[in-house]
Structures are given as C-alpha cells and as structure tokens.
Nanobody
C-alpha cells in the first residue's frame, strides 16, 4: 500500500524558513509528478508547486522566488523549501504524487495527510 507522509511543518515568524519533506513508501514502480498543495481555513486547496520526473518545476505566482520544490528519486522523498515566509502562507500543506505501482498499472493519485504551517506576524 502506497503512503505519502509529510513532515517539517511548524510555527515560524514572518521572514523565516521551513523545509517540508514528503516520504513515499510501499511498492512503487514509478513516480511521475509530485505536487505540493495547501489549504488555508475557509479556502479551497490550491496548488503551490510541482516537479516532474524529469525535474521540471512550476510554482504558483504567490510563492515564486520564495519556495523551491525538489525531489530525491533514490530516496523516494520530496521537499518544499519555503523562505521569506508570510502570514498568508499559513495553511495545511499536502504532498500529492502521481504514481504507478506496477509496469502495467496506470498512474494513480495519492495524497499525504498534511502538515500544518503557521506563520506569525
């Protein structure tokens, strides 16, 4: 059974940094796109950043030049480095992976349980 587990959230002052990690476990044949999403109270979940299997990245305008997404395929781990944090970055952050569990299986979407990030002003 595939699991994605996030870690690294916490409370930080505005201007500070946090590094989120997402570890994938289980039988995994390939990992395609990895994305980090966030959901603030009373708001819809939004896409923060993505990274493809080839290493191409994309970012929401609100985090561009402050956040960096990265992946370590050998460790099946994925990261979101968040710098210059702002109070509006406060949210639950979720790791999402499009994975295949076998050569013949199609890609499926998996979510982690989320990790809370709180930025104080």
């Amino acid at each position: 059974q595939v699991q994605l587990v996030e870690s690294g959230g916490g409370l930080v002052q505005a201007g500070g940094s946090l590094r989120l990690s997402c570890a994938a476990s289980g039988i995994i044949f390939s990992i395609n796109v990895i994305g980090w999403y966030r959901q603030a109270p009373g708001k819809q979940r939004e896409l923060v950043a993505t990274i493809t299997s080839g290493g191409s990245t994309s970012y929401a305008d609100s985090v561009k030049d402050r956040f960096t997404i990265a992946r370590d395929n050998a460790k099946k781990s994925f990261y979101l480095q968040m710098n210059s944090l702002k109070p509006e970055d406060t949210a639950v952050y979720y790791c999402n992976g499009v994975l295949r569990v076998s050569p013949s299986g199609g890609p499926r979407n998996y979510w982690g349980q989320g990790t809370q990030v709180t930025v104080s002003s």
